[in-house]
């Protein structure tokens, strides 16, 4: 419950929704969200559940971390890409 309750902080983080609401908005796909990310963003997954784990050994709280962790997908991703429509969470 742990680990999918952090994979979807990281899920929302990076694509603004949980595994579940993207499979209710997706119906006709099969697979999970990450199946369908770039590789641009699958690379920044990857550090963002690096750096969540560290987050987590620092004590922070899921709220902070998952603001954290939505602004370091915002600069990678403008680093790797030019996508020009993420947002901050407030």
Not at 13 to 37: C, S, V
Request: with cysteine; charged share 30%.
């Amino acid at each position: 419950m742990i680990y999918a309750s952090e994979a979807d902080v990281l899920n929302v983080a990076m694509f603004g929704m949980t595994a579940r609401e993207w499979r209710e908005q997706h119906p006709d796909l099969k697979g999970n969200i990450r199946d369908y990310a770039s590789i641009n963003e699958l690379i920044c997954l990857s550090n963002m559940e690096n750096l969540n784990a560290v987050f987590i050994d620092e004590g922070q709280s899921q709220k902070d971390r998952l603001l954290k962790l939505n602004r370091i997908a915002i600069s990678q991703m403008k680093i790797l890409e030019d996508t020009g429509n993420r947002r901050l969470l407030k």
